[in-house]
């Protein structure tokens, strides 16, 4: 019986659906999410830590997958999680 290594990286994407369903309804609303709800996903991480840096990463790419452009806002506030100490 031959074992196969499984691979030590996961293929998951953790994505937080209060955030989703709420870009949802901004985006149906407004064709763009709105500013409330990218500082409350940078608030959840940075200064509340009641969402890890990672599931606001993968939230944010659903939500651009989900979206036909994205705006400025959007990309630097994943820019911030992806590099937080500039």
Known sequence: MR????????????????YFEWAKKDYSLEKNVSTE???????????????????????INAVKKYMNKTDEGIESTLSSLHNPNP
């Open 37 to 59: 709800w990218l500082d409350r996903i940078s608030f959840d991480v940075f200064l509340f830590k009641s969402l890890s840096r990672q599931d606001a990463i993968d939230t």
């Open 3 to 18: 074992i196969n290594k499984i691979s030590s990286q996961p293929n998951f994407q953790a994505v937080n659906q209060k």
